[in-house]
């Protein structure tokens, strides 16, 4: 069947959706010059979206100040008119993520071009629409979850700790056509993963975390969690007992990026708190 060889040529035999190998990621890294062929790619995609950019110096600026570089990390050509890509995409923001934030994306293509293009067109539908969020005073197309910040004198609120939730990406193989008791939506990772995140949580930084959990044919689970880059493995246990909860539909994964930060203002009433 061709599907159950697009997940396993996409996941690379359990390889981590975030990246080749769990690492620190570096300032210099996040400031690295991006790819030329691949920052044009992005550009036409962006102008086609009607956002207005430039391009200099291995960097693409978005209207909105986010800066991005992408680097191709792989290329395997896995047989005729069949490839699997990767790029490291970074960007950074002078106010909300001035030491950059860093992901990775993986794609599949019948040429090289085709591949990396996908990934590009993965990252703008998944993680673009969630930085792009988190970069405006009020968050306006991801869902929220808010968490008021104590302020320095009883009863004070000093600010607020947000969760933006975006879209999620979810394959199976054989859809069971059962509904399952409360079905995959953006709050579903969140909800199992709050009680392992009381450092990020507690930071005041802003922070990306890439959600990824899959099951193979005969029912293998993994999961790839990671925040900037590096690894969450105190999310592993919550992550690996939801998934097994899933119906039975072969291979299957799960999907989603959200941002962390810290604002000012309530998404809910775009209020400053000092004004309550």
Known sequence: MRLPRFIQ??????????????????????????????????RTALTAQ??????????????????????????VALGADRYRTAIRVTVSHPQ?????????QHALGKTEADAFAACIQQWLAQDWI?????????PGDCAVIELP?????????AGYRQILLGPVAHLVQKPSGKKEA????????????????????????????????????????AVDCRANGENLDALVPALTTYAEGWPQQGLEFRKQFVVIRTSAL?????EHPAAK
Request: with cysteine.
């Open 149 to 157: 910040v104590s302020g320095s004198t009883e009863g004070q609120i």
């Open 9 to 42: 040529a996409l996941l690379g035999k359990q390889r981590s959706e975030s990246g080749p190998a769990s690492q620190h990621i570096s300032q210099s890294v996040c400031h690295q010059a991006g790819d030329p062929l691949l920052l044009e790619m992005l």
């Open 96 to 104: 909300w993520f001035p030491d950059g934030l860093t992901e990775y």
């Open 50 to 75: 009607g956002d207005s950019v430039t391009l200099a110096d291995g960097f693409l600026t978005a209207s909105n100040q986010v800066s991005v570089s992408m680097l191709a990390k792989e290329s």
């Open 266 to 270: 309530s998404s809910k009433t775009a």
């Open 182 to 221: 409360h079905p995959f939506c953006p709050c579903c990772f969140m909800t199992e993963a709050m009680d392992h995140l009381h450092k990020e949580l507690q930071s005041q930084t802003t922070i990306e975390i890439r959600f990824f959990v899959s099951r193979d044919q005969s029912g293998k689970l």
């Open 130 to 138: 969630v930085i792009a969020d988190a970069v405006r005073e009020t």
